[in-house]
Structures are given as C-alpha cells and as structure tokens.
C-alpha cells in the first residue's frame, strides 16, 4: 500500500535547523512531483517546496535562501532541510506526493504530520 511517512520535526530556538524526512513505502518515482507543505494553526496548508523528478525545485517565497528540498532515490526519501528558523515557520509539516497516470488521472498522497516550533 502506497504510504508516506514523514519524521525530524522538534523544538529549535530562532536561527536554528530543523531536517524533515518522507520515507515512501515504495519507488518514490511513483510520485511526480513530491512537496512539502505546512499549516499553521488557525490557517490554510500552504505549499512550501516541491522537487520533480528531474530535480526540478520551487520554493515559496517565505522560504527562500533558507530551506532546500532534496531527494534520495535509493532511500525513497525526500528532505527538506530548514534553516535560520522564524517562529512564524511553527506549523505542522506534511509530505505530498502526486501521481498522475497515463489516463491523466490525479491523485494526492499525504503523510500523517511532523511538527515543527521555533520558539523566539
């Protein structure tokens, strides 16, 4: 069963890192592209970053310069290192991975949640 399994998230202080991981339970070529996301209390999930499979990235703009998305395709995994942490990045982090077959038919994957909390 296609599943995704995200860790990393804790508590840092202002200026720290933080590094999520997403373990996919199988050939994360599967997923085109693959995100981060991250909702905040109180506010709507937003996108954060998100890798294709040709390495190709983007990155919201609250983000940039300060977090990078990455993938280990013989781990299945997708990373996303977080840097010179704000307290307004506090929010829970999810994975998504999309899969879109030959028919054209869209399909969203999400992990269970990690939560991430910069305290200033």
């Known amino acids: 069963q296609v599943q995704l399994v995200e860790s990393g998230g804790g508590l840092v202080q202002a200026g720290g890192s933080l590094r999520l991981s997403c373990a996919a339970s199988g050939n994360i070529f599967m997923f085109n592209p693959m995100a981060w996301y991250r909702q905040a209390p109180g506010k709507q999930r937003d996108l954060v970053a998100g890798?294709?499979?040709?390495?190709?990235?983007n990155y919201a703009d609250s983000v940039k310069g300060r977090f990078t998305i990455s993938r280990d395709n013989a781990k299945n995994t997708v990373y996303l290192q977080m840097n010179r942490l704000k307290p307004k990045d506090t929010a829970v982090y999810y994975c998504n991975g999309r899969i879109v077959n030959w028919g054209g038919n869209i399909r969203d994957y999400w992990g269970q949640g990690t939560q991430g909390t910069v305290s200033s």
């Open positions: 890798i294709t499979n040709n390495g190709t990235k």
